[in-house]
């Protein structure tokens, strides 16, 4: 609905459903509206290297894969494409602005960054995309898209894309666009969920939800699945739980480094994990293929928020599953979702791990367990003292010491060949268990006399500050 519209330069706003295509809907009128090196017009351009094209999206997850998409899309076409985030050095991509791109893909803040260093030129761009929008003024990244679109030339193109249409966004497209065209996907009164999506909402219990997650992951049908909780360290929590139940999890929140979050999330890609445990922020707009199940493992904070979890799967025309957990403090919240979306969920079931509608629901063996394999055992601890780690080894030891200092009976053969002369006048070294000389003690007297200890009968008496 989108691709004539934008092919002719016209400001647009497309308003869809999450997973219904908004990526390809503004990249392909970007990418054919370029002009590249080898057309005939390239030399014409009053800036040739400078970019083209300005895509902003809110996060560098959804930054990166609006990127690959384009890089998919312009394969034939032979753009220079950037994509330019935070969290990463600098050089990489001051270098590629230097050698020349035409189309720049990135988040808010480290577009405006390059742009006050003097790297990123904007000056030039025909074509400016803003992408999850709504997102956009959700993490107060407004007043950075705002400056962005300052330093843009009026003449350009300006296509915003967004799943739903908050008064700030309807207020920015007024400000910044020129008589753009407004594309709905489908009609006001259709719902903002995916219909091919079966959802389930139920009343679980804190301490029994990774149980019931366990036996969800167990289901017939499970494929990759992304769970979604409210917090980062609970994300975390979430994630090595499940892996030390023997479940190919990985976390993905804003406390990993940039690598680990890209390196996560490439490996949920490549099916090296097939369970994400994620905060909102960080899956915002993840597109990954053969997503079977979300969980809302926490009670969404909005209706937005839940439109946009559960719509990671049911993508493209696919069906998927979507479970949600509402704990008894988040109900009233869940009251309010249920009402804005319209669903049939006012009362959640209260459910259990033992629950038969649980297995009944999602095609669950009723004889699985909460583990794919056993808990590892722990390692005891030494005792304290123990260097050997036998605690009778040291007692023995210390029995040994006090018998050779008293002098008893029990001295040891090997003791008193110790305490023996060489011939030469050299004591003989008294050797440990590993055959290595052991540095001899000597004792100090305060009064004279003769010693068997050597010179210790001569050494001065020792200080009180000894």
Same mark, same amino acid.
């Given at each position: ?7 002719? &330069?016209?400001?647009?706003? %497309? !308003? ?26 390239? #030399? ?14 809110? /996060? ?8 690959? #998409? ?16 935070? $969290? ?5 991509? @001051?270098?590629?602005?230097?050698? &020349? ?29 803003? #992408? ?5 003024? +959700? ?27 908050? &008064? ?10 020129? *008589? ?11 719902? !903002? /969920? ?10 679980? *219990? #804190? ?15 499970? $494929? ?9 360290? !609970? ?8 892996? +030390?139940? %023997? ?5 993905? *929140?804003?406390?990993?480094?940039? =690598? ?29 293929? $053969? ?12 209706? =937005? ?7 990671? /799967? ?12 509402? +704990? ?6 869940? =009251? ?20 038969? *509608?649980?297995?009944?629901? @999602? %095609? ?43 002098? &008893? ?15 030469? $006048? ?41």
């Amino acid at each position: 609905m989108t691709l004539q519209v934008g092919l002719m &330069g016209t400001d647009l706003i %497309g !308003q869809a459903r999450t997973g219904t295509g908004k990526t390809l809907a503004f990249s392909i009128p970007v990418i054919q509206r370029t002009i590249v090196p080898g057309d005939a017009d390239y #030399d014409e351009l009053a800036a040739p290297g400078k970019p083209q094209a300005l895509i902003v999206a809110p /996060t560098r997850e959804l930054a990166l894969q609006v990127a690959k #998409d384009v890089d998919t899309a312009s394969k034939n076409r032979g753009t220079r494409n950037l994509t330019i985030y935070g $969290g990463v050095p600098y050089e990489p991509q @001051l270098e590629a602005l230097e050698t &020349g791109v035409d189309i720049v893909t990135g988040t808010p803040g480290r577009i405006l960054d390059l742009i006050n260093r003097g790297a990123l030129d904007v000056s030039h761009v025909k074509s400016l995309v803003l #992408d999850e929008a709504d997102e956009m003024l +959700d993490l107060g990244f407004l007043p950075d898209v705002e400056a962005i679109l300052a330093r843009t030339p009026e003449t350009r193109q300006t296509m915003l894309f967004s799943a739903t249409m908050p &008064g700030a966004i309807v207020s920015l497209a007024r400000k910044h666009m020129h *008589h753009p065209m407004n594309i709905r996907a489908e009609s006001a009164e259709a719902n !903002q /969920t995916v219909p091919a999506t079966n959802q389930f909402v139920w009343q679980a *219990h #804190d301490m029994d939800k990774p149980e019931v997650v366990a036996r969800i992951l167990q289901a017939d049908d499970v $494929g990759r699945v992304i769970i979604f909780t409210r917090t980062k360290r !609970q994300a975390q929590r979430v994630a090595d739980d499940l892996a +030390d139940r %023997g479940f190919p999890a990985s976390p993905l *929140h804003g406390d990993m480094a940039q =690598k680990a979050r890209e390196k996560a999330l490439q490996g949920f890609r490549d099916g090296e994990v097939s369970i994400l445990v994620a905060t909102d922020v960080a899956a915002r707009g993840i597109d990954v293929a $053969g997503i079977t199940h979300v969980i809302n493992y926490t009670c969404p904070e909005d209706d =937005k928020t839940y439109v946009h979890r559960i719509g990671r /799967t049911g993508r493209a025309g696919a069906s998927g599953t979507a479970v949600t957990f509402v +704990d008894w403090a988040d109900i009233q919240r869940w =009251k309010l979702i249920n009402t804005a979306l319209d669903l049939p969920f006012e009362e959640p079931e209260e459910t259990y791990s033992t629950s038969e *509608h649980l297995f009944r629901d @999602l %095609g669950i063996d009723p004889n699985v367990k909460g583990r794919l394999k056993p808990a590892a055992p722990r390692e005891p601890k030494p005792k304290q003292g123990d260097r050997s780690g036998s605690g009778s080894g040291g007692s023995s030891r210390n029995r040994q010491r006090s018998r050779r200092s008293s002098g &008893g009976s029990g001295t040891s053969p090997e003791s008193s060949a110790d305490a023996r002369q060489t011939s030469s $006048g050299e004591s003989q070294p008294r050797r440990g268990e590993d055959g290595q000389p052991r540095r001899r003690r000597r004792r100090r007297r305060r009064s004279g006399g003769a010693s068997g200890e050597g010179n210790a009968a001569s050494a001065p008496a020792s200080s009180s500050n000894d």
